[in-house]
């Protein structure tokens, strides 16, 4: 029997159902006016919480950053961010408790899907996710209209933003019933120092790939996700300005921003290719320049990530002090999973822009330990 109350919007391959949430002004309204009930009622369970090592995983765009996300994610001591925290982004106890139960009355599918950007990646709407909207919350957030340049420093401070956020890791922690909290996010990239500086026992786990698989499989994508996302102009908005999914697509406020979009108006795949260096060398020099940082780092290669993925696994479970059987269940249920992709065939277009995608890439790509023939 149809099921009365199910909520009807269009079906989107790789999106969970709900997402149309996200444009709901009741649920908007239902974020504000929850937010200090919620912070009130429950500071004493989460006011004096500790954040205890928290994870940051952080890598240019298709590096290999979502695969270690579920897979570190996976682990029963860790919370994280997840898709509906973006629109819940004031109330994520308030949030998380009412998506429960429009799931268990039907109004929402309980799916498990195949994540569009990565289909070896299983997720729900409770699933972990980058909720750059929360880290945006900042003055000189990814969205802010005046800003030229994201990239945040040691000397950056923003105590508003920086006690909100300590306020929503320590909420999910709460409802998630966890003791270690991870993040993913390839803009953070730009802001590994600050965040050193806000979380000085955090633990950074950082990975690069193959530039150029790199960068190729970034232009697909976003080019994949537009056309299946954005036909729709209501879609599209909800995509874009309500759940925030639209990160892919975008041209990130590097340093060299501006270069970025004058490449863009040539081709997408230069852009990207831009891009990629600047974020790989915010990660190198953040590394290089700060003893205390690279102390806590742990980097990482996607090759050696997919081509000797018990040993990669058994050393980050060592790293994150995340070590013991849940680990040793996590590695048994991925090392197969994490085989090398297929090499990618260049199309014509490709291969007459490749002399310069190279050009661009080769000083960055050289300091990560790629050689660009």
Not at 76 to 99: C, E, K, R, W
Request: hydrophobic content about 40%; charged content about 25%; overall charge negative.
């Amino acid at each position: 029997m149809k099921n009365p109350f199910k909520l009807n919007e269009e079906k989107l391959d790789g999106v969970s159902h709900g997402y149309s949430l996200a444009a709901s002004g009741s649920m908007r309204l239902l974020n504000s006016v929850a937010q200090w009930p919620e912070k009130l009622l429950l500071w004493p369970l989460y006011g004096l919480r500790k954040i205890d090592r928290p994870i940051f995983v952080v890598g240019p765009f298709r590096s290999g950053t979502t695969i270690l996300e579920k897979i570190i994610g996976d682990h029963p001591d860790v919370g994280h961010f997840t898709y509906m925290s973006n629109v819940y982004f004031q109330a994520p106890i308030t949030g998380y408790i009412l998506m429960n139960i429009l799931w268990r009355i039907g109004f929402l599918d309980q799916q498990i899907l195949s994540a569009v950007h990565n289909p070896r990646v299983k997720y729900t709407m409770f699933s972990p996710y980058e909720c750059e909207w929360i880290w945006s919350q900042t003055r000189r957030g990814l969205w802010a209209p005046d800003v030229k340049d994201i990239s945040l420093g040691v000397d950056y401070s923003d105590p508003e933003f920086e006690s909100y956020l300590r306020s929503m890791i320590k909420r999910h922690m709460l409802f998630q019933r966890s003791r270690r909290f991870l993040s993913k996010n390839p803009v953070s990239c730009l802001r590994l120092d600050y965040l050193h500086k806000l979380f000085p026992d955090a633990r950074f786990v950082t990975i690069v790939r193959n530039p150029l698989d790199t960068v190729l499989s970034h232009y697909r994508m976003s080019s994949h996700m537009e056309k299946v996302f954005y036909q729709n102009p209501q879609t599209k908005w909800i995509l874009q300005e309500g759940l925030h999914m639209d990160l892919l697509s975008m041209r990130i406020k590097t340093p060299s921003y501006d270069r970025t979009m004058d490449l863009n108006q040539e081709h997408a795949l230069l852009s990207l290719a831009n891009q990629w260096a600047d974020l790989e060398t915010a990660v190198l020099d953040s590394v290089k320049n700060n003893e205390e940082l690279a102390a806590h780092s742990l980097q990482l290669t996607y090759e050696d990530f997919v081509n000797d993925s018990r040993r990669v696994l058994n050393t980050l479970w060592d790293f994150t002090g995340l070590d013991g059987e849940a680990a040793d269940q996590l590695t048994e249920k991925y090392k197969d999973i994490l085989t090398p992709p297929e090499p990618l065939e260049l199309t014509q277009e490709e291969k007459a822009l490749l002399p310069r995608v190279l050009e661009i890439m080769k000083p960055a790509a050289e300091r990560a330990g790629y050689q660009l023939d």
